[in-house]
């Protein structure tokens, strides 16, 4: 019997969601977006629900970002009807519930941006955090630019998204990227603990006191509407380019990228 792409674990109030590719170093295929998307509709309507933590299997990867084989393969990893949900069906998808991301290893491109779009973050002590698509000739389409400059000092932002190099936990804690760095034989304890803290509070003033903080409403979050339009119109010119396929060509042959501009 195959495993489940993507776990689900009740612990009293925190909802714990593992994805579950280490063999891909959790990399997200449409499967994964949609599972994960449904699932955030169903927590925000269920009050008994006061924290999700996110995490990914084993221990070398949080996320690597979008499956690029099963891209390569003609699979989509935004399934048509649900594209307005984001990357692994979360990061365009906000709900009140308070969310923590347990970065259990590389969080890369996608995976960094799941990171940028919970509410918390605790990380092992051998994670990366990166948005390296600029190395393979495409732009971070799910929040990562403009996330990133939000939660870091511009330039230290702008050096991660241009350079495409990454962070480690610790100069991520340094720069307040994430609140804990732990070993990584702690990590799903500390971040339970801290959802502990959340979940032991009164529900309904957390959740309002997240739209309020984040300018939440009706499951958007307004303030980054200019972004996305950005984001959108960017990424469908960057797709098409020769060098977006050049960049994909590459990385499947594992060989420097050939780059013309076009």
Not at 24 to 32: S, W
Not at 40 to 64: I, K, N, Y
Request: charge should be negative; proline fraction near 6%.
């Amino acid at each position: 019997m195959t495993a489940p792409k993507v776990l689900v674990e009740r612990r009293g109030h925190v909802l714990v969601v593992t994805i579950n590719r280490p063999e891909v170093r959790n990399a997200v295929d449409g499967e994964v977006h949609m599972t994960i998307g449904r699932l955030l509709d169903e927590v925000d309507a269920d009050p008994d629900v006061r924290v999700v933590v996110v995490t990914g299997a084993g221990d070398q990867a949080f996320s690597a970002g979008a499956d690029l084989k099963a891209t390569a393969r003609g699979e989509t990893v935004l399934p048509p009807g649900f594209e307005h949900w984001g990357f692994a069906g979360w990061v365009r998808h906000p709900i009140s519930t308070p969310t923590i991301a347990a970065v259990n290893g590389a969080a890369m491109g996608g995976g960094a941006e799941l990171l940028l779009s919970c509410d918390l973050a605790v990380a092992a002590e051998h994670a990366v955090i990166g948005l390296p698509e600029v190395k393979v000739g495409m732009v971070a389409a799910d929040g990562g630019p403009f996330r990133a400059l939000a939660q870091l000092p511009q330039r230290i932002g702008m050096e991660l998204v241009l350079t495409g190099e990454p962070i480690t936990a610790a100069r991520a804690l340094e720069l307040h990227l994430v609140n804990r760095v732990v070993p990584g034989d702690q990590l799903m304890d500390t971040a339970l603990e801290l959802a502990g803290r959340i979940a032991a509070n009164a529900p309904l003033a957390v959740r309002a006191s997240k739209r309020i903080a984040l300018g939440l409403r009706d499951g958007e979050r307004p303030g980054e509407r200019l972004h996305w339009d950005l984001t959108r119109e960017a990424a469908h010119a960057i797709a098409g380019s020769a060098d977006a396929e050049e960049g994909v060509r590459a990385f499947l042959e594992k060989r420097p990228p050939h780059w013309t501009g076009r």
